[in-house]
C-alpha cells in the first residue's frame, strides 16, 4: 500500500475517532473545550505507547504502521500528539534549546496565525 494511502486511510479512522469522542463528551456549560484537552492528552499518551512499543518489537516495519498508525490514524485524531513526540524527542536527543523554541514558536506562532486569520476575514466579510 503507498505511504499516502496509508496516511490518508489512518486520517479519516483518525478524523472520526475524534469527532465521535467530541461528541460523547460534549461542551461543558461554561464553553471550556473538555474535549479537545483530552483528546490531546489521550492521542499523546497513545503515541508514546505506539513510539515506545514499535521500537521494541518491530523496527522492521515501523515504516508502514508509524505511517498508518502515528501520522494517520493519531493525526487524525489530534495533531498534539505530533507536536509533543517532536518537542520529547527533541529533548532527548538534549538538543533542549531546539526543544524550547519549537515548543514557544509552534504555540505562540499557531495562536497568532489562527487570530491573523480570524481577523482577515472578519475583515474581509
Known amino acids: 500500500m503507498t505511504p499516502y494511502l496509508l496516511v490518508g ?13 467530541s461528541t460523547a463528551v460534549g461542551t461543558t456549560a461554561n464553553g471550556f473545550p473538555l474535549a ?45 500528539s505530533a507536536f509533543s513526540l517532536d518537542a520529547i524527542t527533541l529533548i532527548e536527543r538534549g538538543d533542549i534549546v531546539q526543544a524550547v523554541t519549537y515548543i514557544l514558536a509552534s504555540v ?15 475583515v474581509a466579510l
Request: hydrophobic letters at 55%; aromatic letters at 12%; a positive charge.
Open 36 to 80: 479537545t484537552l483530552l483528546i490531546n492528552i489521550l492521542g499523546s499518551i497513545a503515541m508514546g505507547v505506539l513510539v515506545g512499543f514499535l521500537a521494541k518489537t518491530t523496527p522492521q516495519y515501523q515504516s508502514e504502521i508509524r505511517l498508518f498508525v502515528a501520522v494517520g490514524i493519531f493525526g487524525g485524531f489530534t495533531t498534539f
Open 108 to 122: 505562540i506562532l499557531s495562536l497568532i496565525g489562527l487570530m491573523m486569520g480570524l481577523y482577515a476575514m472578519r
Open 9 to 21: 486511510i489512518g486520517g479519516a479512522l483518525g478524523a472520526m475517532a475524534r469527532y465521535g469522542f
